[in-house]
């Protein structure tokens, strides 16, 4: 069966309702079936600024494992300062209509399960469909008096992954679906008697719901987009710098990458106090960062210490220190401080301030991030 780690971000969730681009609408079902894998909507919300703040709360959210009840706690302020909470009058820029809506814990519960879900969904079947072998997929449906009778119906029939069934009907399939599918291989399918049907059931997906919800479209990642723009730009002599520059950001890109996980598994361990010495290379250093720091070190390392005694920079995390490649690119750099050991480099980047403070070893070599912190002004 499919298991998912409890102790890592959702990645591939996160990544499903991160990839949604902001659409006002005044009624659900004008955004309507597939268009929702691609637009994150609200019915009733008419301000973009404030349709932003809800999905990055939810994506927030997603990210730390945050209940309901801890995201309405959050997001309330935030709906309460843009005049949405409470009685509400929208109005529809389309066709003029006006209406009084009471946006209560009842409305935030139903727009947080439905874009959790959604997105719950699609990482899930990201995973299933990923694995190799003959897959099949369980319809899971709860047994709490509160489920659909036709949903219930659905509990243990077995399909066989590329079944046109999951087409329209993977949950969730309606509102307030609380239905899942489990993967299992044929092998285990056997050993466990799960019976595979062998005609698919009657379709059970709402009309609002009638559709593909697994965000199994081709790759739209960064990467295949990356390589598509280098391989058009290769032969053009006019494109050279264009293409050096994308080159340079999917390496940048492939080192975020290697970077969470080496930092975490090094993080972990000085923690445990076992790699107070050790230190791993977590970016290149630009030519830039070199000239300001008077060394010809080609890279820049992090080290177990650093991660064990940096704690208090509650705000800052694994993932931030993986960013750095990015961080010290040279356009980023706004500001730099010069004092007897260590430069304290200060950057602009993904809507937060970063300040880094570098120190060089005695042999002019090694380049070493001693303190890396952030905040949402300029320090």
């Not at 992954?161 to 329209?168: G, I, Q």
């Not at 993977?170 to 050993?191: F, I």
């Not at 830039?288 to 390392?301: F, G, P, S, V």
């Amino acid at each position: 069966m499919v298991d998912f780690s409890f102790n890592l971000p959702p990645e591939e969730n996160i990544k499903a309702l991160k990839a949604k681009k902001p659409k006002l609408s005044f009624k659900y079902d004008e955004v309507m079936h597939e268009a929702h894998l691609k637009a994150f909507t609200i019915a009733k919300v008419t301000k973009l600024d404030l349709l932003s703040d809800i999905q990055d709360s939810l994506l927030k959210a997603q990210s730390e494992g945050k209940s309901f009840e801890v995201w309405k706690k959050e997001i309330k302020p935030t709906l309460a300062k843009k005049g949405w909470l409470g009685k509400v009058e929208v109005i529809n820029d389309k066709t003029g209509e006006s209406k009084t809506i009471n946006v209560n814990n009842t409305r935030l519960k139903k727009i947080y399960n439905t874009n959790m879900r959604t997105a719950n969904a699609q990482g899930r079947a990201k995973a299933q469909y990923a694995l190799e072998g003959e897959i099949y997929l369980r319809y899971i449906a709860l047994q709490d008096g509160l489920t659909r009778p036709s949903h219930l119906k659905m509990q243990g029939i077995t399909l066989h992954r590329d079944d046109p069934f999951w087409k329209t009907n993977y949950p969730p399939n309606g509102w307030n679906c609380r239905c899942v599918v489990r993967a299992y291989s044929k092998a285990e399918c056997e050993s466990q008697g799960f019976s595979i049907s062998q005609t698919p059931p009657l379709p059970i997906a709402s009309v609002d719901w009638s559709y593909d919800k697994r965000g199994l479209e081709k790759d739209n990642s960064l990467n295949t987009i990356l390589d598509s723009k280098l391989k058009k730009f290769a032969k053009d002599n006019n494109k050279s710098v264009f293409v050096e520059s994308l080159q340079a950001t999917k390496e940048d890109i492939s080192q975020v990458r290697k970077n969470y996980a080496a930092i975490k598994t090094l993080k972990q361990k000085a923690l445990k106090g076992k790699a107070d010495k050790e230190f791993i290379p977590i970016a290149k250093t630009t030519q830039t960062l070199q000239n300001l720091l008077h060394t010809k070190a080609k890279e820049i390392y992090l080290s177990g210490w650093t991660l064990k005694t940096h704690t208090h920079h509650t705000n800052v995390a694994e993932f931030d220190y993986s960013l750095l490649p990015f961080l010290i690119r040279d356009t980023n750099v706004y500001k730099v401080k010069e004092s007897k050991e260590n430069h304290i480099v200060y950057f602009s980047k993904f809507g937060s301030y970063y300040k880094a403070v570098f120190k060089v070893t005695q042999n002019k070599e090694e380049v070493f991030l001693v303190s890396l912190s952030k905040g949402n002004k300029k320090i």
